[in-house]
C-alpha cells in the first residue's frame, strides 16, 4: 500500500521550533518514496489549504511560500524515506493541520496530516 505518514505535530508557544517528520512508503516507481517532488501543505481551521513548501526530484532545490520563507526548512532523507520540515520561530498564524504530499503544486498523494498548534 502507497502511504505518506506525517508525525511530530503538537502544542508550542509563539517563537518556539518543531520539525515534522513524513515517512514514505509503498512506492513503486524508478522512483523510490520521498525523492519525488516532495511539498508540505497545511490547513487552518476554517480556511482552504495553504501551499507550504516543495523541493525538486533531483536537484533538491526547495521552495517556500512567502508566509514560511526563512522560518521553515524542508529536507529529506531518501536512504530513511522521510522528508522533513523544520519549523522555527513559530508564530500563532502557523497553527494548522499539516500534510505531506507527493508531487509539487500538483499533489496526488496525502499523508493524514498532524497538527501544530502555536499558542501561549
Known amino acids: 500500500e502507497v502511504q505518506l505518514v506525517e508525525s511530530g505535530g503538537g502544542m508550542v508557544q509563539p517563537g518556539g521550533s518543531l520539525r515534522l517528520s513524513c515517512v514514505a512508503s509503498g512506492f513503486t516507481s524508478r522512483h523510490n518514496d520521498v525523492t519525488w517532488d516532495m511539498a508540505w501543505v497545511r490547513q487552518a481551521p476554517g480556511k482552504g489549504p495553504e501551499w507550504v513548501s516543495a523541493?525538486?526530484?533531483?536537484?533538491?532545490?526547495?521552495h517556500y511560500s512567502d508566509s514560511v520563507k526563512g522560518r521553515f526548512t524542508i529536507s529529506r532523507d531518501n536512504t530513511e524515506s522521510t522528508l522533513y520540515l523544520q519549523m522555527n520561530n513559530l508564530e500563532p498564524e502557523d497553527t494548522a493541520l499539516y500534510y505531506c504530499?507527493?508531487?509539487?503544486?500538483?499533489?496526488?498523494?496525502w499523508g493524514q496530516g498532524t497538527l501544530v498548534t502555536v499558542s501561549s
Open positions: 504530499a507527493r508531487g509539487f503544486t500538483y499533489l496526488d498523494l
Open positions: 523541493i525538486e526530484s533531483g536537484t533538491d532545490i526547495t
